[in-house]
């Protein structure tokens, strides 16, 4: 029995090393494009930013680590050129051929920005390797920029954008949608601009970029520019080997994270799994889900039977010192999804004000004929995570308003008011699911 | 009809404000027997410490507010002291009798102290009431006390020791049992005194105080002692009444927190609520079920039809900057309740390391056989109010271990890690429940 793992980062090495803890003497090898394998991607922005000094310390695990202390091969440099599924094999670049029996693909996705000229100039920069961040990093010291752009305003996106803005330069962002952070929520939008703007960033949403001039992009100065649009899962080498795509263009998977390929899995950036809230395929490309995705497509991959029963779509950002959370669905999306969504929206202190709370926004989202939840946002300076992680909690319950209004909560006054902001917001929305 | 609420605190002002919610004509009059009403008695300690600089920022509401915002009659310094059942009437202290149709007894509870001599020394203090915090304060500011005892390792008592500590002064905590915040769990105990050590405050468990000496209590140094054990609910007028008490020895309810007596309800620190982990009644007097439990008595004193479902036991307390956080119960006290507990304790990082995390601890509880989780505790210096929330939250919806490990939580360097905590403890804690 041999594993083989395409993709050496969340996804792919979360599948091995669960693989391997399931079997102690299974061959298991990981191939990886690029130079190093285990960063969090998620991290690069604090590099850029100056606040993690060295590029190394975002690095997890290194392929010695693996191959000393998990038994597992970890190839860097690796990258594969084609899977010939019929023969259990992958075609490395340089012409070698690796055999599988089981096949793990978390090859992970790309900022795409197709369609956008002028990609390729030396002021034009991606965060998605530590590469990236290294050579945008020293593009920030030796150029000493002074007008950033930053196409697109998603997760890497703001965080980019506050990470130039802290280097002092004046930082424009630009979105081609109506919406930040990949959610349909005007409330949630406007809360992000009201944020950048108080901190100097500008943001334009519905401004589609053609192409990147030397000095500007769509009219605004730009002497360094961050692509952070278009993020695409890497799904050409699956495709060709005959995996299917699900609607999203993501890889579909079943609950075993198994392509409809036998032996094939695929899990992390470049597959959809299940939404919870819905229990339908959701491509959400983030690195928890990559993580638990990973090690379902491991064991599986390895002989066990586990199931993956999905994710419901929580996530947060920081900006500027406040943290904008979200799980399950915006009102618009859960209108799309085929809820009839109701919604309350509260502004309330984290803390007693004696005790220096300050103010969170939270707003919750029901389906009115059921009372159920099914989404949340949480805006403040102070214990947005784990706000959003009880809705989150809730979510995964199906749990209803009227059952999450009477949650019994931690309070003390160094850490949250008699009422919590997410209680208050319950017993808003309560009054309109009757 | 005529609503009479007893206690003008938690319990008894969210029973009147939700009455008069239901039904705007109806005559509610709340009795207070101090002199002020709707203060947060959990905000006293930081009083004492000096962080909240005045006690009237304790304060949420005034009696006037009540009368003209509420149309809600309270009454400051009027002690009842005999409720006339049949008659349907209380009696005061000055001889008035007050009528009521529905009756919410919300006396809410003492530090009794009983068998304990010389608590009558101007040098010892309870920190119950506000005028118990402005005597106390003036008490640090005009004598300068160098060596303080607090009996007692409840919440009070922690909070007690730390803001006399940050006062400058010597701290001994003595504690007749061997456990702190009044939960049997060894870990616990240990992180606590390693806390309370570690910022030169001394624990002493096991050690029942007798009497207080001028100078010393249990052999202890001391010219300021707090008295903040042997909390007792206050239920003596209404047994005279004729109202049951549980086991507990606080005052019987059903799920709408009405007693043996139809139309006399009860709620807040003098009644057990039932607990949702076991479905039994408990005694877990916090300010947070004093407001829910008070909102559903108001309802049906005035007509309502509500059920409050019950609590899980979650709270918090802070010492020196770190948050010990429970909810549920321990592995010793499940047992007591006819579980079969496992459980797994881990550390791990509240954030990336890169990102200044630090160390939280996390332990689950759960039942063997079912795999359902039946508590747990979470320590840290950050994210610990949040973290127990989602356990909170996941007893609420009587979640298995394997449910819980598979939480969609929120991911982002600045509030947490890839792996949060919480999961790291799921999947350690799965491995004992098969």
Known sequence: MALLVIGGVAAGLSAAARARRLDPRLEITVLEKGPVISYGACGLPYFVEGRVREARDLIVYTPEYFRK???????????????????REVVLEAGERVRYESLVIAT????????IAGTEQPQVFRLHTI?????????????KPKNGVVIGAGYIGVEAADALRRNGLRVTVLERSQDVLLRR??????????????????????VGVGAIEPDRVAGVPADV??????????????????????????IRTDDRMETNLRGVFAAGDCAEVNHVVTNRPAFLPLGTTANKAGRVAGANAAGGRERFPGI???????????????????????RAEGFSPVSARIEA?????????TKTTVELVADRASGRLVGGTVIGEDGAAGRINVIAAALHARMRVDEF????????PPFSPTWDPLLIAAQQLKKSCR
Chains 1, 2 share one sequence.
């Not at 949630?188 to 943001?203: F, K, M, W, Y």
Request: glycine share 14%; net charge neutral.
């Open 108 to 115: 992970g996705a790309r900022t795409a920005a197709s369609g």
């Open 185 to 206: 929520d005007p409330m949630l939008t406007a809360a992000v601009r009201h944020q950048l703007e108080s901190h100097g960033v500008e943001l334009r949403c519905g």
């Open 131 to 143: 590469e990236d961040a290294e050579r945008l990093r020293a593009f920030l010291g030796e150029k």
């Open 349 to 357: 202190y984290s803390r007693p004000r004696y005790y220096g709370g």
């Open 312 to 334: 419901v779509g929580t996530s947060i950002v920081g900006i500027f010192g406040v943290g904008f959370a979200t799980t399950g669905f915006s009102v618009e999306q859960a």
């Open 405 to 412: 209004e009477e949650l019994d909560l931690a309070y003390s």
């Open 225 to 250: 520019v961050v692509v952070a649009a278009g993020f695409k899962p890497n799904v050409e080498l699956a495709v060709e080997a005959g995996v299917e795509l699900g609607r999203s263009g993501a």
């Open 69 to 87: 202390e998990r038994k597992i091969e970890v190839r860097t440099g690796a990258r594969v050129i084609a899977i010939a599924h019929p023969k």
